[in-house]
C-alpha cells in the first residue's frame, strides 16, 4: 500500500516538476510547481516526517500563492495570447539534464549505502524540537539571522529609491 | 520504499529542476526551477534521515534548512527581479548579462 502511494506520488511530482517548463503560462507554471510540492510533502508523510511533510504542505501553499502574484507581474504569455518560446537552448540543457540523471541513477544503485543505524524515534517532531532547541541551536540561530537578513535585504532592493538612493 | 527509489525520485526532480535552470529565458521561471532542485535536496536528505541513520536528528535538521533555503531563494529572487526591473525594464536572462566575463 505504502509502495503504491509512493510511486504514484513520484510519479506525479516529477510529471508535474516537468509540467512546469511545458506549460505555455506562467502561472499555470506555479500551480504545476505547487503540485510537485504537495506531492513530495506527501511523500515526507509516508516516511514518518509528519512536521515536516506539513510544514512543506503548508509553506509551499503559500509560497506559490505569493508566487503566482509575481508570475502574473512577470509573465511572458498573458493567458496565452502571446505564444512565444520562453526557452533558449533547450536541447543542451535537456542533454545535461538527461546525463547528470543517468549519472546520479548509475551511482544510486552502485553505491553500496551504509547500514540503518538507530530506528527512527517514536515521535521524529519531538527528537526535531529538542535538537534544535539543544544541540543543534546553532542551526536554528543561523536561520533566524538568515532570515532577518533576507526581509532587510529584499525590502531594501525592492523600494523605489533602490540600491544607490534617489539620485543614482 | 527504499533507500534508493527515494533517491531515484530526488535526482529525478533535480534534473528536471537544473533543465529547468538551464534552459528558461524569464529569470522568475529559471527560480522555478532552482526551487525544483532544492525539492529534490528535501527529498534525498529525508530519505537519508529515514534508511541511514534515524536514530540521529541531523537529517531532519538538514531538511528544515533546506525548506528554509527554498524560502529565502524565492524572496530575495523576487527583490532582485523587481529591482532589476525598475532600474533597466530587463525581466530575461539573456538581457541581463551585467556580471558576464
Excluded at chain 1, 136 to 158: D, E, N, S
Excluded at chain 2, 71 to 91: I, K, N, Q, S
Aim: proline share 4%.
Amino acid at each position: 500500500m505504502e509502495d503504491a502511494a509512493f510511486w504514484v506520488l513520484a510519479v506525479l511530482a516529477v510529471a508535474a516538476g516537468a509540467a512546469v517548463f511545458v506549460v505555455d503560462s506562467m502561472a499555470r507554471a506555479t500551480f504545476a510547481l505547487l503540485a510537485s510540492f504537495l506531492c513530495v510533502g506527501a511523500e515526507l508523510l509516508l516516511i514518518d516526517l509528519h512536521y515536516l511533510g506539513v510544514l512543506v504542505v503548508l509553506m509551499m501553499i503559500m509560497e506559490m500563492l505569493v508566487m503566482a502574484v509575481f508570475m502574473v507581474m512577470y509573465m511572458m504569455n498573458p493567458a496565452g495570447l502571446m505564444p512565444m518560446t520562453m526557452m533558449h537552448n533547450a536541447r543542451g540543457a535537456a542533454g545535461i539534464s538527461v546525463a547528470l540523471f543517468a549519472a546520479l541513477a548509475a551511482g544510486i544503485f552502485a553505491v553500496p549505502w551504509p547500514e540503518r543505524a538507530g530506528r527512527p524515534p517514536r515521535d521524529p517532531t519531538f527528537a526535531l524540537g529538542e535538537s534544535i532547541m539543544g544541540p543543534k541551536m546553532l542551526v536554528m540561530m543561523v536561520i533566524g539571522i538568515a532570515i532577518l537578513a533576507t526581509m532587510i535585504a529584499a525590502v531594501v532592493l525592492a523600494t523605489h529609491r533602490g540600491r544607490y538612493g534617489d539620485d543614482a | 520504499m527504499t533507500l534508493e527509489t527515494f533517491l531515484l525520485l530526488a535526482a529525478a526532480l533535480f534534473c528536471v529542476g537544473l533543465f529547468g535552470a538551464l534552459s528558461q529565458q524569464s529569470v522568475v521561471m529559471l527560480m522555478m526551477g532552482l526551487e525544483l532542485m532544492i525539492n529534490g535536496v528535501v527529498v534525498a536528505a529525508a530519505g537519508f534521515w529515514f534508511w541511514v541513520s534515524p536514530g540521529l536528528p541531523d537529517g531532519q535538521v538538514l531538511v528544515l534548512v533546506a525548506i528554509t533555503v527554498m524560502a529565502l531563494e524565492m524572496a530575495m529572487g523576487f527583490a532582485v527581479v523587481t529591482a532589476l526591473f525598475r532600474a533597466r525594464d530587463v525581466d530575461m536572462t539573456d538581457d541581463a548579462g551585467d556580471l558576464k566575463g
